[in-house]
């Protein structure tokens, strides 16, 4: 059972445009959905996260918009960069758990 | 800071055979947690240990296991290895805390080829 599932499963996107990736929830007792950026040979490493009492978060040109009542959540990249080149994982978790649940990744290509 | 390293980077190993990846966590953290990360694949929790103890536990057989040391490293042990763990094994560190951030910082894995 895929508890968080995440869309597109590639993306492609000029400089300077807007990148968007979803992911979707089952687990109402989620309350952590933290966002991990992957380049090729690397570990992933915390890009961004969100808890559910707020609607949004924004770091620079990174946000996360989040609808509790959906279940969604989702991530914006703005003025996209080649060097934002790289895979995206959602994940999500509950109670402060380090157990967490990950989409399955979108690859985002930047093409100068 | 050092950061989470791990060993060794590649191995190839074939069916039936056991294979131990080692871990290092990052300076002051003490708790460690175990990914598996298949081709094309988001990570998959395998386990959790702090104080030397596993303290959580994904949706693994027995023949995954682990070992953490009075200085916060780790092992995972994989015995009778099956074509399917072929993957990219992470290892990730982070400070204990009473409520956790479930902010974890990984390492560059050890990718595991099974023939």
């Known amino acids: 059972q895929q508890q968080v599932k995440q869309s597109p499963q590639s993306l492609i996107v000029q400089k300077g445009g807007i990148s968007i990736i979803n992911c979707a929830y089952e687990n109402t007792a989620f309350d952590y959905f933290p966002w991990y950026q992957q380049f090729p040979g690397k570990g992933p490493a915390l890009l961004i996260a969100?808890?559910?009492?707020?609607s949004e978060k924004k770091e620079g040109r990174f946000t996360i918009s989040f609808n509790k009542s959906a279940k969604q959540f989702s991530l914006h990249i703005m003025d996209s960069q080649p060097g934002d080149s790289a895979t995206y994982f959602c994940?999500?978790?509950?109670?402060?758990?380090?157990?967490?649940?990950f989409g399955k990744g979108t690859k985002l290509t930047v093409n100068p | 800071e050092t950061g989470v390293t791990q060993s060794p980077t590649h191995l190839i190993k074939t069916r039936g055979q056991q294979v131990t990846l080692r871990c290092s966590s990052q300076s002051g953290h003490n708790t460690v947690s175990w990914y598996q990360q298949a081709l094309g694949q988001g990570p998959q929790f395998i386990f959790q240990?702090?104080?030397?103890?596993?303290?959580g536990r994904g949706n693994f057989p027995p023949r995954f296991s682990g070992l953490q040391f009075p200085n916060y490293s780790s092992e995972l042990n994989v015995n009778a290895l099956e074509l399917d763990d072929s993957a990219l094994y992470l290892c990730?560190?982070?400070?204990?805390?009473?409520?956790?951030?479930?902010?974890?910082?990984f390492g560059e894995g050890s990718r595991l080829t099974v023939l």
């Open positions: 240990y702090y104080r030397e103890e596993e303290n």
């Open positions: 994940a999500a978790t509950q109670g402060g758990s380090e157990k967490l649940v």
């Open positions: 990730a560190s982070s400070p204990f805390r009473d409520r956790g951030t479930g902010e974890l910082f």
């Open positions: 969100i808890r559910p009492d707020v």
